[in-house]
């Protein structure tokens, strides 16, 4: 298997600008999360989808971010208009949604926002 | 909801000690303890997992522990090489809840 797969690996973008970031899960997992990572706030949940319904956004920071996840092999995260502050590493995971099973990581996107 | 926090952030040990990492959680409910690394510009990977009904468990040189009364849990990563060099998070959630709450991460750093 592939792993959960993110791209692109790296985006470089001016504020203002809509930022689309792509994920495929592992085949056969039925819930997908997008984290942020930066380093004054730790790994932070955005969204999760089971079954391809979102569960919990409680954790989009702002109308500016969507997810969405219009089949089982694919979700996009998407921010307009981006804003420096939007700068982290963003995480896609995914796990067989089995009661204690294991989140699988992406790569993650890097996003630089001047 | 949940909240998980480490201690130390950062933690130096001389290569062959022995490192303890502790997280401390809020939620009774939690019942699925797992700890992740992540190495400098890598992905968090799992590297054990403990649930609520053992007290302990075991994968070579890394342990973890819980204590239930207390709502914490630790890592011990024993005989440290070069290679455990990394940030460590631990994270908490109930069954049948999916969203893993976690800490902040703990810097490990190996002095050879």
């Known amino acids: 298997d592939a792993g959960v797969i993110q791209s692109p690996r790296h985006e470089v973008t001016e504020m203002g600008q809509e930022v689309t970031l792509r994920c495929k899960p592992i085949s056969g997992h039925n819930s997908l999360f997008w984290y942020r990572q930066t380093m004054m706030r730790g790994l932070e949940l955005l969204i999760y989808?089971?079954?391809?319904?979102?569960?919990?956004d409680s954790g989009m920071p702002e109308d500016r971010f969507s997810a969405k996840m219009p089949n089982a092999s694919f979700s996009t995260l998407k921010i307009q208009p981006s804003e420096p502050r939007d700068s982290a590493v963003y995480f896609c995971?995914?796990?067989?949604?089995?009661?204690?099973?294991?989140?699988?990581f992406g790569n993650g996107t890097r996003l630089t926002v001047t | 909801g949940e909240n998980v926090e480490q201690h130390p952030s950062t933690l130096s040990v001389q290569e062959g000690d022995s490192a303890v990492i502790k997280c401390t959680y809020s939620d009774s409910a939690s019942n699925y303890f797992p700890w992740y690394k992540q190495e400098l510009g890598k992905r968090p990977q799992l590297i054990i997992d403990i649930r609520s009904n053992v007290g302990e468990k075991k994968d070579q040189r890394i342990a973890v522990t819980l204590n239930k009364t207390a709502k914490h849990f630790s890592l011990h990563i024993t005989e440290t090489q070069p290679e455990d060099s990394a940030v460590y998070f631990c994270?908490?959630?109930?069954?049948?809840?999916?969203?893993?709450?976690f800490g902040k991460g703990n810097q490990v750093v190996v002095i050879p």
């Open positions: 989808f089971n079954n391809n319904v979102p569960i919990d």
């Open positions: 994270a908490a959630t109930s069954y049948g809840n999916n969203r893993l709450a």
């Open positions: 995971a995914s796990s067989s949604g089995q009661m204690g099973s294991p989140l699988h």
